[in-house]
């Protein structure tokens, strides 16, 4: 079945707020085999919602919708609903004592505005709302079976768990659809799409997909069917990504670098030491979101001035009278300096220029360098990112968890 999913509401359409709606209920819509062949956000202007509604009923098996069911004039997606079906709105008795209970429960008196919340196109059925006033809307246009639900997250996401999924799933006859995400980090997209550019041809099933976010590529493998073959046909993808891939993968579906380092110093019962300029605790930070990492974490500081690098890190100042802050020598110093400090498995030292100001021609905005110290000695690698300074203190921190990554995976178990 194709599914069309319409976000309805001025303050979507005018970016004061995100529509993560949208994002939710496709994510939902597949799990259940459906096919979400569009997202169409559109204002609370009734003839543009009947025109988006009608648009939707004409090219899909089921259009899910959510905004614009509330009490107040611009709320006016049941009066768009009943003229796309061609039927009026009459009152729902069930509605109407739903109303009458919320409000009875919180000593307030129903107005106007409120009852008429109880309309309901004719032929068309409510939507239980166990936690809020707006009631859900279930019809019928032409083919097409159209789900109406409110704006607000908890109550559109009780709706769709518990009254729109299980219909769909009922309607979608055991049939599926699963993502298995397998994770990337080092390796340039150009290079990923060579490698796996077969499995990525038009019309292949399972279907395979890039997306880049700060520095990492996902590989997106998604099919439909009945679960069992789902399921085989994306074990022998991903394993198929990951031979193709090799050390790039760090994880699939819900891991990320700083869990992927965390394990492997688990793993190898190690301890680490952080010495951050420009990322400004960020990998520290992303590392603290992971329960256990206390047992390997030893310290991490933010010697942003180059005093403190000396002070904290134990950086001699000729290196950086001689190279500058930002510079390979210092990168190298902060890494052993803070691991001799803390008597720690590993050191980290991360310097550079993150913007929008300070950068030169021979050293640009965007320059960081990384340095990894154990007892085997020291690596130190030079990138230069481009975007603003939130961007580049991102792609920073995740490319230092990758150097990580890869030099913990060098050391024995």
């Keep these: ?68 069911l509330g009490p107040t004039l611009d709320d006016c997606t049941r009066e768009a609903l009943a003229a796309v079906m061609g ?40 939507i239980a709302n166990p936690v809020g006033t707006a009631l859900g809307i279930d019809a019928r246009v032409g083919r097409a079976r159209v789900f109406c639900m409110p704006g607000v997250p908890a109550e559109m996401a009780r709706m ?61 493998i998604y099919a439909t069917g009945r679960r069992d073959e789902v399921v085989r046909l994306l074990d022998a993808d991903a394993a198929d990504v990951r031979r193709r891939l090799g050390d790039a993968v760090y994880g699939e579906d819900e891991d990320r670098l700083e869990t992927a380092v965390a394990a492997l110093l688990a793993a190898r019962r190690a301890t680490l030491a952080l010495a951050e300029s420009c990322t400004g605790g960020l990998v520290a930070a992303k590392l603290v979101a992971v329960p256990g990492i206390s047992a390997h974490l030893l310290e991490g500081v933010v010697c942003y001035a180059d005093e403190s690098k000396v002070r904290t890190a134990g950086v001699p100042e000729e290196l950086i009278e001689a190279h500058g802050a930002v510079s390979e020598p210092v990168a190298r110093a ?70 990580l990554r890869l030099r913990l995976m060098r050391l024995p178990v």
């Design 87 to 126: 039927e009026p709105l009459e009152e729902d008795a069930g509605a109407r004592a739903h109303l009458e209970a919320w409000a009875k429960a919180r000593g307030r008196t129903l107005s106007p505005s409120n009852l008429r919340q109880a309309l309901l196109p004719r032929g068309a059925r409510t």
């Design 334 to 403: 902060m890494a052993e300096g803070i691991r001799a400090r803390n008597r720690a498995t590993v050191g980290l030292g991360v310097t550079g220029i993150a913007g929008p100001g300070g950068g030169t021609p021979e050293k640009p905005v965007g320059l960081v360098w990384f340095a990894v110290a154990d007892a085997a000695g020291t690596e130190a690698a030079r990138e230069i990112f481009a975007g603003d300074r939130a961007l580049i203190r991102e792609r920073a921190a995740n490319q230092a968890l990758a150097l």
């Design 1 to 68: 079945m194709r599914a069309v999913i319409l976000s309805i509401g001025t303050e979507l359409v005018s970016g004061l707020r995100l529509d993560t709606h949208s994002r939710d209920i496709a994510r939902a819509l597949m799990a259940v085999g459906l096919d979400v062949a569009r997202h169409v956000t559109v204002d609370d202007v009734q003839r543009d919602v009947e025109a988006a509604l009608g648009a939707a009923c004409a090219e899909a098996d089921v259009v899910v919708a959510t905004g614009g």
């Design 160 to 220: 769709l768990s518990e009254e729109v999924l299980p219909a769909l799933r009922a309607a979608g006859g055991g049939r599926v659809t699963l993502v298995r995400t397998v994770r990337t980090h080092g390796m340039p997209e150009s290079i990923v799409g060579e490698r796996l550019a077969d499995l990525m041809a038009p019309g292949r099933r399972p279907h395979v997909g890039t997306a880049v976010h700060g520095g990492r590529i996902d590989i997106h």
